[in-house]
């Protein structure tokens, strides 16, 4: 993964971001404040960054 960290970064990056909005724009339309909105997306982005990179160092790491 060192060569390539850069590229893994903002595939992860870019997900999470998407995830995120759909995630705040769901609970808006389930009827949460905007700003419980943007904390749930937040969250969502925050939690998809975390596995997402956990993921990949897993799958990179060959003493595993």
Same mark, same amino acid.
């Given at each position: 993964?060192?060569?390539?960290?850069?590229? /893994?970064?903002?595939?992860?990056?870019?997900?999470?971001?998407?995830?995120?909005?759909?995630?705040?724009? *769901?609970? /808006? *339309?389930?009827?949460?404040?905007?700003?419980?909105?943007?904390? +749930?997306?937040?969250?969502?982005?925050?939690?998809?960054?975390?596995?997402?990179?956990?993921?990949?160092? +897993?799958?990179?790491?060959?003493?595993?």
């Amino acid at each position: 993964m060192p060569h390539n960290r850069a590229i /893994w970064l903002a595939i992860i990056l870019l997900a999470a971001v998407i995830i995120g909005l759909a995630g705040g724009v *769901l609970s /808006w *339309l389930g009827g949460a404040t905007p700003a419980g909105a943007i904390l +749930f997306g937040a969250g969502g982005l925050a939690a998809t960054v975390l596995l997402a990179i956990t993921i990949v160092n +897993f799958m990179a790491d060959p003493s595993q």
